[in-house]
């Protein structure tokens, strides 16, 4: 995951915001994602954004993004304590025709605390 | 509806000795991937195959091999285990109309 950067650790009181910050190298992504592990589970999409829109949002959940400096946040509002897990931001990267593969951060892992 | 299944789920390994990851997916995907996890690292790409019957190799493919059995099913071979291999293994498989992987539960593999 090196052409994507994300912060390892973020400490968040319930019911606050939670905001998680990626920077991805590839201005052609076409979609970035971000993706929810929690312990001992494989992972799962929680919101995608497509490369032509500026900012989405799904119910708790807010997704930015800033082209022109390739940085992308996922706001997390309400903070729950199911809230608590690893996300992780992803770039798609094109590796042959017709097909791409996942470029991921390392994750960064929240904790919410009461 | 199962998605995608891994076994076996544990997997404890000396050095030397080799074993093979199961993957299988029931959504009819073409794209299906084995990726490593390790801690601080993400997730790193070890082979792909975008179809049945073809596989390529991602970042870290030393020391794998794989197979692409038919469409279904992709399996990753550890020929002889090092340390280094200890890690959590995830299949996943990409469908849909935003190109979305899929993952399965993964495979904790030590190898001593």
Redesign the interface.
């Known amino acids: 995951?090196e052409d994507?950067e994300q912060s390892?650790f973020l400490s968040v009181r319930e019911g606050d915001s939670s905001v998680i910050n990626c920077t991805y190298t590839d201005s052609s992504s076409?979609?970035l994602?971000w993706y929810k592990q929690e312990p001992g589970?494989?992972?799962?999409?929680l919101t995608?954004i497509?490369s032509n829109m500026d900012m989405k949002q799904d119910q708790r959940l807010t997704v930015l993004l800033n082209k022109k400096d390739k940085h992308l946040s996922l706001r997390i509002a309400d903070t729950q304590t199911g809230d608590s897990a690893i996300y992780?931001c992803a770039e798609?990267m094109t590796?042959?025709a017709?097909?791409?593969?996942?470029s991921?951060?390392?994750?960064t892992t929240v904790t919410v605390r009461a | 509806n199962a998605g995608v299944t891994q076994t076996p789920k544990f997997q404890v390994l000396k050095t030397g000795q080799s074993m093979t990851l199961q993957c299988a997916q029931d959504m009819n995907h073409n794209s299906m991937y084995w990726y490593r996890q390790d801690p601080g690292m993400g997730l790193r790409l070890i082979y792909y195959s975008a179809s049945e019957g073809t596989t390529d190799k991602g970042e870290v493919p030393n020391g794998y091999n794989v197979s692409r059995l038919n469409k279904r099913e992709f399996s990753l071979r550890l020929e002889s285990a090092a340390p280094s291999q200890t890690s959590v293994y995830f299949c996943a498989s990409k469908g849909g109309p935003i190109y979305e992987q899929y993952f399965g539960p993964g495979t904790r593999l030590t190898v001593t």
Not at chain 1, 98 to 102: A, F, G, H, T, V
Not at chain 1, 104 to 107: E, L, P, Q, S
């Open positions: 995951g994507v390892l076409t979609y994602y589970a494989g992972l799962q999409l995608y497509f992780f798609t590796m042959v017709n097909d791409y593969k996942l991921f951060g390392a994750g």
